[in-house]
């Protein structure tokens, strides 16, 4: 049913923004972390969205029954700007001058990613809330 | 949900083979009253269990997300619907003709 497709490409696109979400609350929690497994500060984290447009994924879909014209997450990727250099001597992490390292997370910039996923989490609803009721508005048909 | 299947055993057709000639309108076991209806629960109950292994899923913990939750309910609400809707219809026809006059 056609509906529920245009309901399915909604899901995925808030099943999209939830892991953005996902991924902005670590940005926001590791915002001073100078320390990671791999060494050295936090690193900022993005996301990477593909729409399933291209020919291959077009052709497995329909072969699967999936509905064309999704979103999905396929990377997550670091943010390779250079770290924030803060002069802190009392730092246990700082250099030989009294610089520490620390997240190249910009705390006001991940406010406003943040905004932008909730914001397109709505509108993903919103389309949703917009198919079921024209779904409903369907089955009024000669009532 | 499958709308071709409601339309395949639609009552409306036997209606229309049944007006022409009364020799074309075999008895057939497939498409009556109660294969129309049947067919269209069925469809309600896929849409159904899948609303209620997501919520299960959900209750346990195993990682559901709310909104697929919430889709698959919408999804089961909406096939209900349709489902009372093509049960009128039919209940609708079927009175129609009990009440014709022989």
Redesign the interface.
Same mark, same amino acid.
């Given at each position: 049913m056609d509906f529920f497709g245009s309901m399915d490409i909604s899901a995925s696109g808030l099943e999209a923004q939830r892991i953005r979400m996902n991924v902005i609350a670590g940005n926001l929690a590791n915002a001073g972390a100078t320390r990671t497994e791999k060494g050295g500060p936090y690193r900022r984290k993005d996301v990477v969205f593909e729409s399933s447009s291209t020919e291959f994924s077009k052709a497995l879909e329909t072969a699967s029954g999936k509905q064309q014209g999704s979103v999905k997450v396929v990377d997550i990727v670091e943010d390779n700007t250079p770290f924030r250099k803060v002069y802190d001597p009392g730092h246990p992490d700082a250099d030989k001058e009294g610089y520490v390292s620390m997240p190249n997370v910009s705390v006001p910039n991940e406010m406003v990613n943040l905004i932008s996923a909730t914001r397109s989490y709505q509108a993903n609803i919103t389309a949703v809330n917009a198919a079921k009721s024209m779904a409903a508005k369907a089955l009024e048909i000669g009532r | 949900? @499958?709308?071709r299947g409601i339309g395949s055993t639609s009552y409306l057709s036997n209606l229309e083979s049944a007006g022409k000639t009364a020799e074309t309108s075999k008895p057939q076991g497939k498409d009556g009253f109660k294969d129309a209806l049947l067919d269209s629960i069925k469809s309600v109950e896929a849409a159904r269990s899948e609303a209620d292994e997501s919520v299960a899923r959900m209750a346990l913990g195993k990682g559901e @997300?709310i909104? =697929?939750v919430m &889709?698959a309910l919408? =999804?089961a609400d &909406?096939s209900f !619907?349709?489902m009372v !809707?093509v049960r009128n219809k039919v209940v609708g026809a079927y009175e129609e003709i009990m009440r014709m006059g022989v």
């Open positions: - | 949900m @499958d709308l @997300d909104h =697929k &889709i919408e =999804k &909406i !619907q349709l !809707q």
